[in-house]
Nanobody, 127 residues
Framework: QVRLVESGGGSAQAGGSRVLSCVTS????????MGWFRQEPGKAREGVAS??????????YYADSVKDRFTISLHTARRTSFLQVNARKSEDNGVYFC??????????????????WGQGTQVNVSS
């Protein structure tokens, strides 16, 4: 069974940083892409970052709201992704979900364009 397990969530002061991780299991081949989505209270789940690994170095994509504050990375051999969150706003609050295996060749995609999902990890930002 394919599984994605996020960790690293918790409370953070504005201006602080957290690193979220997503460890996958059950894949027999390398991943083409991994992504991170965020669902703020009362809002829809939206993509915040993604990385496509087949090119080698990896092409990254970010939502406008998190550019220059969040950094996604992928350890291809370990099939593990990371999201560094430099929290600045209460809008960064929410449940962060890891996604794997994009149905698109680029971009953040949507909830419908990723094949696998983790259970989510909560991030709370205090001012």
């Amino acid at each position: 069974q394919v599984r994605l397990v996020e960790s690293g969530g918790g409370s953070a002061q504005a201006g602080g940083s957290r690193v979220l991780s997503c460890v996958t299991s059950g894949f027999t081949v390398g991943l083409n892409a991994m992504g991170w989505f965020r669902q703020e209270p009362g809002k829809a789940r939206e993509g915040v970052a993604s990385i496509y690994a087949r090119a080698g170095a990896g092409d990254t994509y970010y939502a406008d709201s998190v550019k220059d504050r969040f950094t996604i990375s992928l350890h291809t051999a370990r099939r593990t992704s990371f999201l560094q969150v430099n929290a600045r706003k209460s809008e960064d609050n929410g449940v962060y979900f890891c996604a794997a295996e994009a149905r698109r060749a680029s971009g953040l995609g949507t909830s419908a364009t990723w094949n696998f999902w983790g259970q989510g990890t909560q991030v709370n930002v205090s001012s």
